[in-house]
């Protein structure tokens, strides 16, 4: 599976962003796919993810902000970002699995797409 993830740019606090992390290779139906976020200087954080059957997983930190939805027949999930912060601002990364007993860490996810930045001004 190849990721490609795009819809990054620039935007006031309060403001709102999509992005998008379209599949290649194969299709996104039977993969959870996983949204993370790296600021400089900072670890991976873990954003949210959607399984196959739309159970969502909020990071504590985007909870009521964000969320994650899929289209399937597109190869494409969708990142909807609202309000957002300048404490948002990072390199947002989607990944995909195809196994998993949690989806949090980095680790449980075998695919990853090029990462895109979003820059959030106060």
């Known amino acids: 599976v190849q990721l490609q993830a795009s819809g990054g740019g620039l935007v006031q606090a309060g403001g709102s962003l999509r992005l998008s992390c379209a599949a290649s290779?194969?299709?996104?139906?039977?993969?959870?796919v996983g949204w993370f976020r790296q600021a400089p200087g900072k670890e991976r954080e873990f954003v949210l993810a959607?399984?196959?059957?739309?159970?969502?997983f909020y990071g504590d930190s985007v909870k009521g902000r964000f969320t994650v939805s899929r289209d399937n027949a597109k190869r494409t999930v969708f990142l909807q970002m609202n309000n957002l912060k300048p404490e948002d601002t990072a390199v947002y990364y989607c990944?995909?699995?195809?196994?998993?007993?949690?989806?949090?860490?980095?680790?449980?996810?075998?695919?990853w797409g090029q990462g895109t930045l979003v820059t959030v001004s106060s």
């Open positions: 990944a995909a699995t195809s196994g998993w007993t949690v989806l949090t860490p980095p680790s449980a996810y075998n695919y």
């Open positions: 290779g194969h299709t996104l139906s039977t993969h959870a």
């Open positions: 959607i399984t196959p059957s739309d159970d969502l």
